[in-house]
Each structure stands twice: as C-alpha cells, then as structure tokens.
C-alpha cells in the first residue's frame, strides 16, 4: 500500500509570511494527525481529524494556524503568518482510527522561517 | 494525560553490543504501547508494539521489547546492534479507547564501528 504522502519536503520562507503544507494519508485510513516535532524532541499533536472532524485541536494555536481535511480525505495545515519559532519539522500521520492501531507517518515537512 | 519518560537522551555503542533503550509511562490504566523508529530527515517507522497477551514482543530488524505493568516500563533491547540501527528510537503510548498517542523525547543511538 501506499504510504502517507507529505510535501513539500522542505520550505523555506521569511518571517510574516504564510505557508501551507499537505498530507494524503493512507487510503482507507479515517484518522489524520499533524504532529510538530522540534529539534531534538518527540513529535507533539497539533491536531487529530476523525474522518473530516477536527476532534481535538486542544494543542493548536489558532491565532496563526488553521487547518481543514475536506472531504475527510487529504489534509492540509497553513501557518499565517509565521514566526522564526515556527521552524520545525511537521509530521502527518493516519491510522484506522482504533487506539490500538499504530500511527502511520509521512516523511514531514521541515520548515525554516528566516 | 499520560507522560512518557525516555531515560537516556543518547546512547553510544559499539558495534556487535547489546543495547537497551529505556522507556517509562505514567498510567496504570489500560495501554497499548509502540516503538518507533527515526532515520535522518525521515519520518517514524514502526518498530514494534504491545496490544496484549505476552510482555515480550518482537519486531523487526532484530528488535524486541519487554512490557511491565508493575514497572510501568517498555524497555526497547537489541542483542546485537549494527551501524544502520544508528537513528533515534522512540517511545509512544496511547489510552484504551483514545485515539490519542504520547512520545517520549527520543533516545539517540549511535553504533559506532
């Protein structure tokens, strides 16, 4: 099977400036995740979609990031604008929306804002 | 919430050595518990994982790991590491009936020749 597909693959932008990032999870897979995963440190949830449901977006700063899963398929995250603090690695992940079925990852996004 | 404590933040080691990465959680309650594994400007691979049944659990690339509940501990061990396991492990929890998961900070393994 195909696996979770992110892109781009790395993005480099100014500060104040926004940027989008995109996942296609797998296929038949309900539960999307976006996960920030800073240097040195495990991968933190932003936000959890069931289906097209944002379901807990508790961790997301929604003065600047926002998010949608239309269609409950692909998924995108924006950042506007963005700070230098904003540099990371953004992950996307699907599961088949069971506690114990493992999380499935892309490859990230590694951003840097200058 | 739960919490999830990896003990060592680097672990050097030789090649052809035994390794254990250390992993601690906070809940008593029902969990299911992963390993996963992180190549450079990759993203994580699953390891292995316990959902129930036998504490010891194997996974791939010759790695294993052992559940203790009264330990609250997955230690993740190798009897055997070579260069290509260099990369950084990590530990993830999730809740009976959440779809919730909680990582560990990572532990960096470098095998060196």
């Known amino acids: 099977e195909a696996g979770v597909v992110q892109s781009p693959r790395y993005k480099i932008i100014e500060k104040k400036q926004p940027v989008a990032f995109w996942c296609n999870p797998i296929?038949?897979?309900?539960?999307l995740y976006w996960y920030l995963q800073n240097l040195g440190q495990g991968p933190e949830l932003l936000i959890r979609?069931?289906?097209?449901?944002?379901?807990?977006d508790s961790q997301l700063p929604k003065d600047r990031f926002s998010a949608e899963r239309l269609k409950g398929v692909d998924s995108t995250l924006k950042i506007q604008p963005a700070e230098l603090g904003d540099s990371a690695v953004y992950l996307c992940?699907?599961?088949?929306?069971?506690?114990?079925?493992?999380?499935?990852f892309g490859n990230g996004t590694r951003l840097t804002v200058t | 919430a739960q919490s999830v404590t990896q003990l060592d933040s680097q672990v050097p080691v030789f090649e052809e050595a035994p390794v254990e990465l250390r992993c601690n959680y906070s809940?008593?309650?029902?969990?299911?518990l992963f390993w996963y594994v992180q190549y450079p400007n990759q993203g994580l691979q699953l390891l292995l994982k316990?959902?129930?049944?036998?504490?010891l659990v194997k996974g791939i690339n010759g790695f294993e790991a052992e559940f203790n509940k009264s330990q609250t501990s997955f230690h993740l061990r190798k009897p055997s590491v070579h260069i290509s396991d260099t990369a950084e492990y990590f530990c993830?929890?999730?809740?009976?009936?959440?779809?919730?998961?909680?990582f560990g900070s990572g532990t960096k393994l470098n095998v060196k020749p």
């Open positions: 809940s008593s309650v029902s969990v299911y």
């Open positions: 979609y069931e289906n097209e449901e944002a379901v807990d």
């Open positions: 993830a929890v999730s809740s009976g009936g959440f779809n919730k998961f909680y």
């Open positions: 316990y959902l129930s049944g036998s504490t």
């Open positions: 296929s038949g897979h309900n539960t």
């Open positions: 992940a699907s599961s088949s929306g069971q506690s114990n079925s493992p999380l499935h």
